[in-house]
């Protein structure tokens, strides 16, 4: 088992990742359950595969547990869900000291995690991620929240949990298609400040996103330590941490014209947008052509997309500035992107001149 930890003073937790860590999930939350009681919250997917041997394995150290079972999808990050799942929650009288354990992907943690701020005023929570996306991005870092008809995660807190349990095993039952979407966010840190990783990505990447047990525990841990490093200096996303939306400003554009739905997983479309931020600074004369002709020949390498036009084979320019408009990182109305001057050496670029923006889209797309 290796450990990583989010240093965050008073709210420092530990991430531990290792194969099959389900199975003394008793052992590794008591230090940070308050009481011998805990509710989980999981999707119906997860729960069929997962939930059995998370329970047994806190009965097992006398941890009392109920659960509440959500539908899977991106639907449930909703307030029509949350308010369901909160009487739910309240009708079992959890107490101050009643923990939320959040078992599945990046949905459920995001769900469970904001659910737990508002409950009682904040009742303690742990991740406990079953997507390769929410082992390597979501589950850390604190950021939590539901989706309304205006937006994507614009309703939401910063929430840190107590412990975040990381069973590579967890894997076993996800679908291709969603590991290589996680694949993409593991491919960010590389580009973002990690050049050797980036490196050991294009020999080993293939392993990874096959799902090969040392690979994988290698690359979950990468990405944990170079989530955390990042969490650690701008816990509220001033400044540094902004570094981690590489590619989502784009990526969000295509999946809100995807309605969010499964033409166009997360993970796929941080692929596209990683490779539109490498070609849009490659015009920029920010950053050398074969840096992003790199990232483009190793994102078909494990079978992930690479252009928009790989998604549809047309698309809106104007459609898709006005999603950019709607970004969070907007400031006095001024677009900002995650850009890059190499692989490994991404910056945010406030004040993007979006006629050159425009111009570059158009003759894209
Ligand atoms: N909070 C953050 O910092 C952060 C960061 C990145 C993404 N996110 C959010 O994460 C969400 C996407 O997360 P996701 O990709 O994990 O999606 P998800 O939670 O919807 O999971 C994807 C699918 O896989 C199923 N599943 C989960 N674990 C499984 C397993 N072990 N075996 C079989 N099936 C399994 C789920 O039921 C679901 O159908 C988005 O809402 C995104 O906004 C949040
Ligand atoms: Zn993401």
Not at 60 to 84: D, H, M, N, Y
Not at 233 to 261: I, M, P, W, Y
Request: include cysteine.
């Amino acid at each position: 088992m290796n450990t990583v930890t989010v240093s965050l003073a008073e709210r420092s937790y530990d991430i531990l990742i290792g194969e099959s860590l389900l199975a003394d999930a008793g052992a590794h939350l008591a230090p940070v359950l308050p009481q011998k009681r805990a509710i989980v919250v999981t999707d119906e997917t997860v729960a069929a595969h997962w939930l059995a041997l998370l329970e047994g394995a806190l009965a097992a150290e006398g941890i009392r547990t109920e659960a509440i079972t959500v539908a899977p999808g991106e639907q449930s990050k909703s307030f029509p869900v949350l308010a369901t799942l909160m009487s739910e929650l309240l009708q079992l009288r959890p107490e101050r000291k009643t923990a939320l354990i959040a078992l599945g992907g990046g949905v459920i943690g995001d769900l469970t995690g904001f659910a737990a701020s508002i409950c009682l005023r904040g009742v303690p929570f742990v991740q406990v991620p079953t997507t390769l996306l929410a082992q390597v991005d979501s589950s850390v870092g604190g950021k939590t929240g539901i989706n309304t008809p205006e937006g994507k995660n614009l309703v939401g807190s910063f929430y840190q949990p107590k412990r975040v349990l990381i069973d590579t095993a967890t894997l076993s039952s996800l679908p291709l298609r969603e590991r290589r979407a996680g694949y993409a966010e593991i491919v960010k840190y590389g580009l973002i400040n990690d050049a050797a990783f980036f490196g050991w990505l294009e020999a080993n990447g293939a392993r990874v996103a096959a799902g090969e047990a040392d690979a994988l525990a290698y690359a979950i841990e990468k990405s944990c330590r170079a989530k955390a490093a990042i969490v650690a200096q701008d816990e509220k996303e001033s400044g540094v941490r902004a570094l981690l939306n590489l590619g989502h400003t784009f990526g969000h554009a295509l999946e809100a014209e995807c309605g969010f739905s499964s033409e166009l997983l997360h993970g796929e479309a941080v692929a596209v947008g990683m490779q539109m931020a490498f070609d849009f600074s490659v015009r920029l004369n920010l950053c050398p052509a074969q840096d992003a002709e790199r990232l483009r020949a190793h994102l078909k390498h494990v079978g992930l997309p690479a252009s928009p036009r790989a998604i549809r084979p047309a698309w809106d320019a104007n459609r898709l500035i006005a999603h950019f408009h709607q970004d969070k990182k907007v400031q006095d109305g001024a677009l900002t992107f995650i850009l890059a001057r190499a692989i490994g050496e991404a910056f945010v670029a406030r004040d993007v001149y979006e006629g050159d923006l425009r111009g570059w889209l158009e003759g894209m797309l």
